[in-house]
């Protein structure tokens, strides 16, 4: 719980009476990176836990509408934290996934609208047009006003001893006060860059759901499973697969989704053996085996196909190639595959005995952790993330490691044996699009010079490079706004 400018100061229950009262106010969630903050100020965060308190639970606004006004003013703010934190609470208080998308929409401006944007309400639209009056004008114009206190006058609260005048009066006053109070909670969050979130996209809203895809080896005495997770913004639009790393899980494309999820569902999952899908039995696996079970889960879970394109990094990557040549373009439109090769040089195959070696020593998936963060990011990475993805390659199960790893000895997609599923090499892939990415750093610019070199001698292909500049091997997470517009601007063209 830390911030990334200042440290956060979380004092031990019982030791801050100002600490215990916010406690108090968060309840399960307890000090927040914001209470660490501003607990550098004791005062002021006992005035500001008096205010938010007020704000958030003593109000006649309804919660909704509320809720509406404060993720308006994230989206307009760029506040990822603010949003994250109120997303759920937007959510509880009744807003869909439709109307969130519209708030977080800010190419939409509501200033001057007199009718609802299905499907928000004329409530809603008035709120969210005085939010952006008061945030971006600071003056709110006459109509703005206007059509708010219309729709709030239709609103009847629990106060029969005061007229409804009063009480739309009352109700306005809190309307005011919810956006002037959340812009400060904004910019106190953003100058500080509390949690680290400063960098990041707001968040595009979702509908998620986590899924069990059983294996088609699963018994009852060993059941095998993928563990896959689908954020479906809107049923017509188009779906993209995401295809994990080697020593990684569906987590390490978290800082990109905000990028993918304005246009597109995207279906995560994790590759056998890793995050939550079970190690494969016995522990081995091949990358013909890891085509098919892209092919079991879109079918399993009934996504509309073919797919707008399958997305993979590394192992990933070497994935999605194989996904593309086997079954491209029936079940994927386009490939993108990121820092990996189309062939397994014989020469790791005795680097990959080294880390499996590694990996069943005592504490050597800490050790592997530690190394791989170095080998793969050539530049420091935000201290938060780097936490984030040791602690997730720390914690790879080892026999699910050394089955991954074993199947980068010796594969080959250009001239691809049984292993590989069978059939053409990866030339003779046509007419399909492709995006090669590399990121310009990782193994000092020996993986992108190979994929350059890959893209110049697929001459059937439709084969696009993109090389990210300062990128290691996980472009997505140490330069993903980068990354992400160029791999956007090539799903736009598919």
Same mark, same amino acid.
């Given at each position: 719980m830390t911030s990334s400018r200042i440290p956060g100061r979380f004092p031990p229950a019982g030791s801050s009476r100002i600490a215990d009262l916010i406690r108090q106010r968060r309840g399960a969630r307890g000090l927040t990176p914001l209470d660490g903050a501003l607990l550098h100020v004791p005062p002021v965060a006992e005035g500001w836990n008096l205010l938010l308190g007020a704000v958030r639970s003593k109000g006649k606004l309804p919660g909704d509408v509320r809720e509406a006004m404060i993720l308006r003013v994230a989206a307009l703010n760029d506040a990822a934290f603010e949003w994250i934190q109120h997303e759920p609470v937007g959510r509880d208080g009744g807003l869909t996934t439709g109307q969130l998308r519209l708030i977080r929409d800010t190419t939409i401006r509501f200033s001057g609208l007199t009718a609802d944007q299905p499907p928000l309400t004329p409530l809603h639209s008035a709120a969210l047009a005085f939010t952006d009056a008061s945030t971006k004008e600071i003056k709110i114009p006459e109509d703005v006003f206007k059509q708010l206190k219309v729709s709030l006058s239709d609103l009847t609260v629990d106060d029969a001893d005061e007229s409804k005048e009063y009480q739309t009066e009352d109700l306005l006053a809190e309307a005011a006060a919810v956006v002037a109070t959340y812009n400060m909670v904004s910019r106190f969050l953003v100058s500080l860059d509390v949690a680290g979130k400063s960098d990041e996209a707001v968040p595009w809203p979702v509908d998620r759901r986590e899924h069990t895809v059983p294996l088609p080896e699963s018994t009852d005495s060993s059941p095998q499973s993928l563990h896959v997770l689908t954020l479906t913004a809107s049923p017509h639009l188009p779906w993209l697969v995401l295809v994990n790393s080697l020593l990684t899980n569906h987590t390490s494309w978290t800082l990109i989704l905000p990028h993918l999820s304005k246009s597109y569902n995207v279906l995560l999952y994790d590759q056998r053996g890793h995050g939550k899908s079970t190690v494969p039995s016995p522990p081995t696996t091949t990358f013909g085996i890891l085509a098919d079970d892209i092919k079991l889960v879109l079918k399993t879970l009934e996504i509309p196909m073919p797919v707008h394109s399958v997305l993979g990094v590394s192992q990933g990557g070497a994935t999605a190639l194989n996904f593309g040549r086997l079954y491209s373009p029936e079940l994927a439109k386009s490939i993108v595959a990121c820092d990996t090769q189309a062939v397994g040089p014989q020469a790791n195959i005795k680097a990959w005995d080294e880390r499996i070696e590694l990996a069943n020593?005592? !504490?050597?998936?800490?050790?592997?952790?530690?190394?791989?963060?170095?080998?793969?990011?050539?530049?420091?990475?935000?201290?938060?993330?780097?936490? !984030?993805i040791v602690e997730m390659i720390a914690s790879a199960d080892v026999l699910g490691f050394e089955a991954g790893a074993r199947s980068l000895q010796g594969y080959d997609l250009i001239n691809p044996g049984e292993k590989e599923g069978g059939g053409p090499g990866l030339m003779d892939l046509e007419g399909v699009p492709v995006l090669l990415v590399a990121g310009e750093d990782d193994a000092g610019g020996k993986l992108a010079e190979g994929l350059r070199k890959l893209k110049g001698e697929w001459t059937k292909g439709n084969v696009q490079f993109l090389g990210v500049e300062g990128a290691g091997h996980l472009p997505m997470v140490d330069r993903t706004r980068a990354f992400a517009e160029g791999v956007i601007k090539f799903l736009e063209g598919v």
């Amino acid at each position: 719980m830390t911030s990334s400018r200042i440290p956060g100061r979380f004092p031990p229950a019982g030791s801050s009476r100002i600490a215990d009262l916010i406690r108090q106010r968060r309840g399960a969630r307890g000090l927040t990176p914001l209470d660490g903050a501003l607990l550098h100020v004791p005062p002021v965060a006992e005035g500001w836990n008096l205010l938010l308190g007020a704000v958030r639970s003593k109000g006649k606004l309804p919660g909704d509408v509320r809720e509406a006004m404060i993720l308006r003013v994230a989206a307009l703010n760029d506040a990822a934290f603010e949003w994250i934190q109120h997303e759920p609470v937007g959510r509880d208080g009744g807003l869909t996934t439709g109307q969130l998308r519209l708030i977080r929409d800010t190419t939409i401006r509501f200033s001057g609208l007199t009718a609802d944007q299905p499907p928000l309400t004329p409530l809603h639209s008035a709120a969210l047009a005085f939010t952006d009056a008061s945030t971006k004008e600071i003056k709110i114009p006459e109509d703005v006003f206007k059509q708010l206190k219309v729709s709030l006058s239709d609103l009847t609260v629990d106060d029969a001893d005061e007229s409804k005048e009063y009480q739309t009066e009352d109700l306005l006053a809190e309307a005011a006060a919810v956006v002037a109070t959340y812009n400060m909670v904004s910019r106190f969050l953003v100058s500080l860059d509390v949690a680290g979130k400063s960098d990041e996209a707001v968040p595009w809203p979702v509908d998620r759901r986590e899924h069990t895809v059983p294996l088609p080896e699963s018994t009852d005495s060993s059941p095998q499973s993928l563990h896959v997770l689908t954020l479906t913004a809107s049923p017509h639009l188009p779906w993209l697969v995401l295809v994990n790393s080697l020593l990684t899980n569906h987590t390490s494309w978290t800082l990109i989704l905000p990028h993918l999820s304005k246009s597109y569902n995207v279906l995560l999952y994790d590759q056998r053996g890793h995050g939550k899908s079970t190690v494969p039995s016995p522990p081995t696996t091949t990358f013909g085996i890891l085509a098919d079970d892209i092919k079991l889960v879109l079918k399993t879970l009934e996504i509309p196909m073919p797919v707008h394109s399958v997305l993979g990094v590394s192992q990933g990557g070497a994935t999605a190639l194989n996904f593309g040549r086997l079954y491209s373009p029936e079940l994927a439109k386009s490939i993108v595959a990121c820092d990996t090769q189309a062939v397994g040089p014989q020469a790791n195959i005795k680097a990959w005995d080294e880390r499996i070696e590694l990996a069943n020593e005592e !504490d050597g998936m800490k050790k592997l952790a530690e190394a791989t963060v170095e080998r793969w990011f050539p530049s420091p990475l935000h201290p938060n993330t780097r936490k !984030d993805i040791v602690e997730m390659i720390a914690s790879a199960d080892v026999l699910g490691f050394e089955a991954g790893a074993r199947s980068l000895q010796g594969y080959d997609l250009i001239n691809p044996g049984e292993k590989e599923g069978g059939g053409p090499g990866l030339m003779d892939l046509e007419g399909v699009p492709v995006l090669l990415v590399a990121g310009e750093d990782d193994a000092g610019g020996k993986l992108a010079e190979g994929l350059r070199k890959l893209k110049g001698e697929w001459t059937k292909g439709n084969v696009q490079f993109l090389g990210v500049e300062g990128a290691g091997h996980l472009p997505m997470v140490d330069r993903t706004r980068a990354f992400a517009e160029g791999v956007i601007k090539f799903l736009e063209g598919v």
